[in-house]
């Protein structure tokens, strides 16, 4: 029996977000000082910041929110992989880790997890990419970038063939501390009726008690 390995960004003030978006901010503006029985938290913050779900309303005007994205996307079997070695998440780069049916695949990148520094560069998933992942039977796919396009791209060629070939979206996963392999994922949004995207809380555990601790 594995242990649940959390794979989320810690949720903190000093988070980094995407330039000029709303930072997370948490404070307790009513302590139990004033109250005489509890403190009350609020929160400031983008849909974006962290490990999050994208909706495709995120990039498409007309498209679904959040909560009218099938919710057993986000739990069941995933695979994770690591295609560090590649500048692209390309049908080349894919075939070379994975070529069996996968509903839910994770990828790990060559960007170092580090949530309170924003990056300058990702590795981007291509056309190709969506397509292969597709071929496999891909419903979702989570990165360990703020993004599956290039930070300064317009088009959002990753979205947008991601949406194509029906693949939801997670971004932020943390996988330096996770090796490759089989394991159950749970990484609920919350039900955020009109939103754009959500912050998850993120978690495997690996399948058939295999050699799959964190490194």
Known sequence: MGVWIDISQPIN?????????????????VTKEMTGSVNIGR??????????????????????????????RYIGPCKVIDLSAFDEINETAL?????????????????????????????????DGAAYMHFLGVKLVGVDTPSVDPLSSKELVGHHAL???????L?????DQVVEGDYEM???????????GSLVRAVIKPINGGNHDAK
């Open 171 to 175: 971004e932020n996963v943390m996988l």
């Open 13 to 29: 003030n000093n988070l980094a977000c995407w330039p000029r978006d709303q930072s997370f901010h948490f404070h307790t503006p």
């Open 186 to 196: 749970i990484a609920l949004p919350l039900p955020l009726q009109d939103a754009d």
């Open 163 to 169: 949406f194509k070939y029906d693949i939801n979206i």
């Open 43 to 72: 929160i400031t913050t983008s849909t974006h910041v962290g490990t999050h779900a994208d909706a495709p309303y995120h990039f498409m005007e007309d498209g679904k929110r959040i909560l009218d994205l099938e919710i057993d």
């Open 95 to 127: 075939k070379s880790k994975v070529k069996e049916d996968t509903e839910r695949l994770l990828i790990r990148t060559s960007l170092p997890n580090n949530p309170e520094q924003f990056p300058t560069d990702v590795t981007p998933i291509t056309a």
